[in-house]
Nanobody, 124 residues
Framework: QVQLVESGGGLVQPGGSLRLSCAAS????????MGWYRQPPGKERELVAR??????????NYADSAKGRFTISRDNAKNTVYLQMNSLKPEDTAVYYC???????????????WGQGTQVTVSS
């Protein structure tokens, strides 16, 4: 079973920065992707940024709203994925969720795992 624990959320003024962290624990046979989603108040959950693993290749993709401002990265040694958020705007206010998709064991089906979420509020 995989557990994801987010941290780093909080209140920040417009134009400010935050770095979210997601520490993964537990065992998983293979990981297809790790990333961040967010759910603004009264809206659907949406992708923010994701790293996809395809063999030895990994690539990141971002929501249009995040391009140029947010950067996703992963520290393999720490089993942690980060989301560096710069130039934050009020519309970035949301609960941010860490997500990973992978197979828990050999031959098993892929499973989605979610963190509990961390609140990011951008306001003056």
């Amino acid at each position: 079973q995989v557990q994801l624990v987010e941290s780093g959320g909080g209140l920040v003024q417009p134009g400010g920065s935050l770095r979210l962290s997601c520490a993964a624990s537990g065992s998983i046979f293979s990981i297809n992707s790790m990333g961040w989603y967010r759910q603004p108040p009264g809206k659907e959950r949406e992708l923010v940024a994701r790293i996809t693993f395809a063999g030895s290749i990994r690539y990141a993709n971002y929501a249009d709203s995040a391009k140029g401002r947010f950067t996703i990265s992963r520290d393999n040694a720490k089993n942690t994925v980060y989301l560096q958020m710069n130039s934050l705007k009020p519309e970035d206010t949301a609960v941010y969720y860490c997500h990973t998709n992978g197979a828990p064991g050999i031959g098993s089906r892929n499973v989605d795992y979610w963190g509990q979420g961390t609140q990011v509020t951008v306001s003056s």
